[in-house]
């Protein structure tokens, strides 16, 4: 089965640090893949700025990597959304916005919306909403404490189409590991909160160590800190190869 790895560059980088990532990235995983082949999906999620130029390196990587993806794919992910549609809402980022970049994911009610920006699960709600429209598949982020609130601030019909990411708030750029039983455990509690179908990734300090004994226990994962650096990055991505 397929994984989901997430790249999520938070507010890092500029053109010219972003285009050195896609060069150390490609030259690396050539290197650390050592003739395997690559099934996951690879998602790059930059802040809006960079989109444009990421969207061109994504395609650029696909055809690069074209003999060596057999169900994996590069693609490119968002970081946030405007709750509201487009309209006269200055400063906001609409889907109308991103959808000319084919995004094919987006995060939501990362606990850093969360908690520098105030974001609470309705108004999470009202950007799923607006990711669904694009279409793109929506990542709603939770903590162990926030699945309940959460799952019920969300439609029952969007419940298929979603995507949820367990980020403990204590393994956020800590480089704390929480064990594999404990995230599993949680894993749980979420896919009974949502459908026993529902895909779940983990997020919270992944690295190239880490990242393939959360893989048994997830459908996927989404890296911070070990995606700033493009050498790095392509190191947990083929770590994560079976
Ligand atoms: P981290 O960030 O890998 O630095 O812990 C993960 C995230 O915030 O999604």
């Not at 709603?140 to 959460?150: M, N």
């Not at 896919?191 to 690295?207: H, I, Q």
Request: aromatic fraction near 8%; proline fraction near 4%.
């Amino acid at each position: 089965m397929s994984k989901l790895l997430i790249a999520n560059w938070k507010a890092n980088k500029n053109i010219a640090t972003a285009q050195q990532w896609f060069q150390d990235f490609s030259v690396e995983l050539t290197q650390a893949l050592n003739g395997k082949t690559l099934s996951n999906q690879v998602v790059i999620a930059p802040s809006f700025p960079l989109l444009g130029i990421v969207r061109t390196e994504i395609d650029r990587l696909n055809h690069t990597f074209t003999s060596t993806l057999s169900t994996g794919s590069f693609e490119l992910g968002v970081q946030d959304i405007s709750p509201f549609g487009a309209g006269a809402y200055t400063g906001a980022v609409s889907g109308q916005n991103i959808a000319w970049l084919q995004p094919t994911t987006i995060i939501v009610g990362h606990s850093e919306r969360r908690r520098y920006f105030q974001e609470t699960s309705q108004m999470v709600a009202s950007k799923v909403d607006q990711v669904l429209d694009l279409p793109a598949r929506p990542v709603v982020c939770v903590d162990r404490d926030k699945i309940t609130e959460q799952a019920r601030a969300l439609s029952a019909e969007w419940v298929k189409k979603l995507t949820i990411a367990y980020e403990p708030v204590e393994a956020i750029g800590t480089g704390i590991h929480p064990g594999v039983k404990q995230v599993q455990t949680v894993i749980q509690e979420i896919r009974e909160a949502f459908t026993d179908k529902t895909p779940v990734l983990y997020g919270g300090s992944v690295d190239e160590q880490t990242v393939a004994e959360y893989l048994l226990v997830s459908d996927g994962v989404i890296v911070g800190t070990a995606a700033v650096d493009g050498k790095q990055f392509a190191r947990v991505v083929a770590a994560a190869q079976p």
